[in-house]
């Protein structure tokens, strides 16, 4: 069929743009890295003057500069020649914690790009590629992106849409986050409510020694612990809250860590899901959220899930019809939307 020149072209410009994001997704790691934004934001410089602050190679650093500003991530007086950061610039690269921060998704991106020969092997035999086989940058860039997130909105709206629940915190209650990771989404939480108890659990256990020292600095250890479990058969009994963030889709048995949860919570209890937003169908999360969301979905959590028992492969859009069903047949009777964000749908579960 003969080719069609102004599609041809319009792809092609999809392509320049997708190319120069891929390799500009490094520049941006090694900026984090060394600190480059942090020093930027505190005053426009030159490249000698950032050399000199951050104690690298000024022609290196002169390159580097040229690509941020190519990719719109820094300003560039050409008057003065100089670089600096504005504020939205800053919110996004400079200022850790910020519900903006985005450099931890590009350390996920480089995470991914190290998986590709284990990834085309598995596209062969059909096996699963565990959270553990991963670079350890999947485990730090996933802690980054997701806890600024949960630092917007977790304490604020989240806990709050959940009937009940936030006064019962503030009382003193029991939770268990499983899947918790770094623990990010676990210190948060106890932060915000000094009264209540809370046990982190993850299968991975260098995330729960990471989790563990996390919550000395934060100065919530005395009420906050972490343990290495599967969400299957973690420990403990008559807690108010249970909460799974962003995880249950990768789990192997979804189901079987529901009905777990059901047999953790008091008569009266909580499970609050956080999954990453989602459409019910295809054709509805075709756009750039559900883009990033299947490319991670294909490196990380459908292989994840298929190294595990049960291996059921929700993936990373499973969306709400499939997140109730597991539910459901975890024996939970009651399932509602109460939140959502652009990157995130909240939902309620009781027995």
Partial sequence: MPVDEARLNAFMEKFVHDIGAVMHAATVVLGDELGLYKALAEKPMTADMLAAKTRTDARYLREWLSAQAASGYVEYDADTDSFSLNEEQALALAQEGSPAFIPGAFQIAVAQFRAIPKMVDIFHNGRGLGWHEHDPALFHGTERFFRPGYAAHLVGEWIPSLEGIDARLKAGGM????????????????????????RGFDYHEPSIRYATESARRAGVSNRVTFEVAAAKDYPGSGYDLATVFDCLHDMGDPVGAARHIRESLKPDGCWMIVEPFANDRLQDNLNPIGRVFYSASTFICTPGSRSQEGAMCLGAQAGEARMRGVTEQGGFGSFRRTAQTPFNLVYEVRP
């Fill in 175 to 198: 939770v268990a986050d499983v899947g918790c990771g770094h623990g990010a989404s676990t210190i948060i939480m106890a932060q915000a409510y000094p009264a209540s108890t809370f």
